[in-house]
């Protein structure tokens, strides 16, 4: 992987942007390409000139040229951005999918992009990529899978081979979400019926006691649920290939099918009183809730 001159970036949300800025900022001669459907967003296209990286007005133009491109777009988009940027592909160009989706999608997108001549590579973002960026571990699978580490490796990512197979990194990838984004939940949930109690404070202490390493009496509960108001349509997208995942192999989705409402239901709650997350910086869970219930 000695030849990569360009890349591609499939979707400037909040990991494509960090990718976008941080890969141009410390390969400066490495030509950067972005293409995100919003192409007549003022905010997206202001991304795209904060992090030095030219915005390209379609898939084609997008991917013409680039030796790797970067697919990160929500769940729901992710298998229509593997059919779109295959119509376009030429043999032998990698396509990174970074897309928290069910192994069987995977294996969906791995058939329309092979089928185009291209690689296909099963991408697992394993943690936030705020604060890490770059270096947030990934897990790889796929065809090829070896030569490609190396050179995002060399490239200052985080990323380890896990398995030739595509979905294995995923399957990884999925049934760790029905922990973290169930806790989410769970912990928003809880919360909020002990805030309506007014025992809040007896009920983190209560979970400090049980659990003192987490930090239930100082930031976690903060965070657990700011990620839900900072991402809850993402996450509970997220949440449905999840419940795919376990359809898949036949265990009943019991608590992640509930995952999905309550991260869905948050900000939805939120968008129907006109409120944005940056609206709550700092971030506060009992302010929040109380706005919620106002």
Not at 70 to 91: D, I, M, N, W, Y
Not at 230 to 241: D, L, P, Q, S, W
Not at 255 to 267: D, E, F, I, P
Not at 282 to 287: L, N, Q, R, Y
Request: charged share 20%; glycine share 8%; proline share 4%.
């Amino acid at each position: 992987m000695n030849n990569v001159t360009r890349i591609t970036l499939i979707g400037l949300g909040e990991v494509g942007t960090i990718l976008a800025t941080d890969l141009k900022k410390q390969h400066p001669a490495l030509d950067v390409a972005a293409f995100d459907k919003q192409t007549d967003s003022p905010v997206i296209r202001q991304r795209a000139r904060d992090a030095g990286v030219s915005f390209a007005l379609s898939v084609e133009d997008a991917v013409k040229n680039s030796q790797i491109i970067f697919s990160a777009v929500t769940a729901a988009e992710a298998l229509k951005v593997a059919g779109a940027v295959a119509r376009h592909l030429a043999p032998g160009q990698f396509f990174l999918d970074l897309n928290s989706v069910s192994p069987h999608t995977k294996r969906e997108a791995m058939a329309l992009i092979e089928q185009a001549g291209g690689n296909y590579i099963d991408v697992a973002v394993m943690a936030p990529y705020p604060p890490a960026r770059l270096k947030t571990p990934l897990l790889l699978g796929g065809t090829h899978v070896y030569a490609i580490s190396e050179w995002l490796n060399e490239t200052g990512f985080n990323s380890n081979v896990h398995s030739n197979t595509v979905g294995e990194a995923s399957a990884i990838k999925m049934c760790r979400s029905v922990m973290i984004k169930g806790l989410e939940a769970l912990t928003a949930e809880c919360l909020s019926a002990a805030r309506q109690y007014g025992v809040e404070q007896e009920v983190l202490a209560s979970l400090h006691a049980s659990f003192p390493s987490l930090g239930w009496n100082a930031q976690f509960p903060h965070y657990l649920i700011s990620r839900i108001a900072e991402h809850g349509k993402r996450r509970a997208e997220e949440m449905r290939e999840v419940v795919k995942t376990l359809e898949d192999v036949g265990v009943a989705p019991n608590m992640s099918s509930g995952t999905v409402l309550a991260q869905q239901w948050m900000v939805d709650a939120l968008g129907s009183k006109g409120i944005r997350y940056t609206d709550l910086e700092p971030f506060d869970w009992g302010k929040t809730v109380d706005l919620l219930r106002k």
